[in-house]
């Protein structure tokens, strides 16, 4: 799958983030409709190929999803991107996740609908399902539509209530969410994790915008790996380093986080 063109933040520091010139944050566009279709088909298509590489004995293995193992897992994947191929199936996935919720967080009862819906399935059929619908869902996701602009609550677990348009969903968090289930997955199985500085990068660089604007306080940030860079916001504060995916995986609340840190990001 060819990486999107264009889509890197600008002045991106290197894979250990300390080659180049530090990123500004206040100068990084969130992802928008441009880049949705790239980032989407490139993400949906490394998932698949990763539960394809999969042996028998991996799909019983549990994931950092407390109630899911690697299949679960992979339901409720397959249930988001097929879910989100068609503003009919957008519709009829939101109605089966809120009456699973009753009063309880949406997107809960969301992914346990997703999973329950294709727990009859074997794991071929998962696999060959998701790649076809992941090119399909990339680009119906970034076409202009009046569902772009309805809006749903969400909860986080550290503040009020969110309202968020359906545009926000389709062009930054269904990418985000597919790449945290992929790293998900490659912890579970001891398989290893593909990152590129182009596509991973982009993807961190807006998790780390978006921590930014929640937070609004200075700070340096040097995340390593493929997928990191140096990332400044003011003057002063914090100095942060870690490896790029741990911090993304703290910023989920998969793992715990201090300070700055303990600001989660929705995935």
Partial sequence: MTEPVGSAPPRRA??????????????LRPIGRSETEALAAVENARIASAFRALDPADWARPTDCP???VRALAGH?????EGSTGTWRVLTM???????????????GLTASQVAANAHLGTDDLVERLAAAGPAQARWRARRRP???????HRPPDGP???WRLAYVFDTILTRDTWMHRVDLARATGRPLELTAAHDGRIVADVVAEWARRHGQPFTLRLTGPAGGLFVRGRGGVDLALDAVEFCRT???????????ARQVPF
């Fill in 161 to 163: 209530p969110e309202r």
């Fill in 77 to 81: 994947v397959l249930g988001q991107t």
């Fill in 67 to 69: 109630a899911w193992d």
């Fill in 251 to 261: 910023l989920s609340g998969r793992a715990a986080g201090t300070g700055l840190l």
């Fill in 94 to 108: 939101m109605r089966a996740g809120a009456a699973r919720a009753g009063d309880g967080p949406f997107v809960d």
């Fill in 147 to 153: 569902l772009r602009a309805v809006r749903i609550e």
């Fill in 14 to 27: 290197g894979g250990e983030g300390s080659a180049d010139a530090a990123v500004d944050v206040d100068t």
